[in-house]
């Protein structure tokens, strides 16, 4: 055989495993659900299940309980993701110094982003509990004991506090390589020119961790939409207290396997997705088709 023939082979036989594994836990378990979406499936009797069609989807758009957590999750996104990102780029610029003990800022940062997340939910069920240290800080102060995790008002911000603090980590080691990556000369010259620390971060780190900031707010907003664990830790898997944290994946999980609906469930799974796909292609646009089209226009 030629060459070129015996190289493609090598690389299909490197990338067969890769492939074949994403076929097996990601493409046909997707197609898989989104034809059960068409069906009244239940999973102890299968051989029961019947074509609805589209009464799945029709249900779905008419219960409340859906927008409910399609609300709190949207909510706990658009909460979570500016601030986790904020924090994120403010914490790489701090590690990116010439500081001492540099390195163990940096670790001390990133070691919750690999704290288990039953670990850190506990831990956080700990400290805000009705006799946890929180209750007894504020007490010192004059304020009645709250219960956290059984009010509405507190649960779903909680479950927030908890996200960005167990998040950001990553997300600082994203922006942290873009700083890196950044040539020392540029500031250079901005300094040289007067510019100011303040006018450089604004003129140079931002706009040219553009890709970076894209990266991270995308990953970050798909994870958010995907908030499960968090949810049903703190409440027990039943969303409250009053649905306050009901998010859709945790609404997912109890209709598919809590009410054993496993069609109804896959319905609310490609409505997941559809949100997710066309708010990704938007912040795609946002972040990277619509600056060229300013520069094109001569707007920057």
């Given at each position: 055989?030629k060459?070129q023939t015996l190289?493609n ?20 378990p997707?197609i ?5 979406s ?26 409340p309980n ?5 609300f709190n ?8 993701v ?17 500081i001492k ?18 670990a ?5 069920m700990?400290?805000f509990?009705?006799n946890g ?10 304020f009645?004991?709250?219960s956290?995790f ?5 649960a779903?911000?909680?479950?927030m506090?908890m ?8 997300q ?5 390589a ?18 100011t620390?303040?006018?450089q971060f604004?003129?140079i ?8 900031t894209?990266?991270?707010v ?5 994870g958010t939409l995907?908030?499960f664990d968090q ?6 898997g ?8 009901t998010?859709v994946?945790?609404y997912?999980?109890?209709k598919?396997?809590g009410e054993n609906?496993l ?6 799974a490609?409505?997941?997705?559809i949100?997710?796909?066309t ?5 795609k ?9 300013l520069e ?5």
């Amino acid at each position: 055989m030629k060459k070129q023939t015996l190289e493609n082979i090598a690389g299909w036989i490197f990338i067969a495993p890769v492939v074949i594994l994403m076929i097996v836990f990601i493409i046909g378990p997707a197609i898989f659900s989104f034809g059960l979406s068409f069906k009244d499936y239940n999973l102890l009797k299968p051989q029961q299940s019947t074509w609805v069609l589209f009464e799945n989807y029709k249900e779905l758009m008419s219960d409340p309980n859906f927008y409910q957590a399609l609300f709190n999750t949207l909510k706990y996104s658009i909460v979570v993701v500016p601030v986790q990102t904020f924090i994120a780029l403010c914490l790489a610029t701090v590690a990116n110094q010439k500081i001492k003990g540099k390195m163990f800022f940096r670790v001390a940062y990133y070691i919750p982003a690999v704290t288990s997340a039953v670990a850190s939910a506990s831990m956080f069920m700990f400290l805000f509990n009705t006799n946890g240290i929180a209750n007894k800080f504020l007490g010192l102060f004059g304020f009645k004991a709250v219960s956290w995790f059984t009010d509405p008002t507190y649960a779903l911000p909680l479950a927030m506090l908890m996200a960005i603090w167990s998040t950001v980590g990553t997300q600082m080691l994203v922006f942290l390589a873009g700083l890196q990556d950044i040539p020392s000369d540029v500031y250079e010259a901005a300094a040289i020119d007067g510019a100011t620390g303040m006018q450089q971060f604004k003129s140079i780190t931002i706009p040219m961790l553009s890709e970076k900031t894209m990266f991270v707010v995308v990953v970050g907003m798909i994870g958010t939409l995907q908030m499960f664990d968090q949810a049903f830790i703190i409440s027990g898997g039943t969303g409250g207290p009053l649905g306050s944290t009901t998010t859709v994946v945790l609404y997912l999980y109890n209709k598919a396997f809590g009410e054993n609906r496993l069609g109804y469930g896959s319905a609310v799974a490609v409505c997941l997705f559809i949100i997710i796909f066309t708010l990704t292609i938007f912040q795609k646009y946002y972040f990277e088709e619509r600056p060229k089209k300013l520069e094109r226009k001569g707007v920057r």
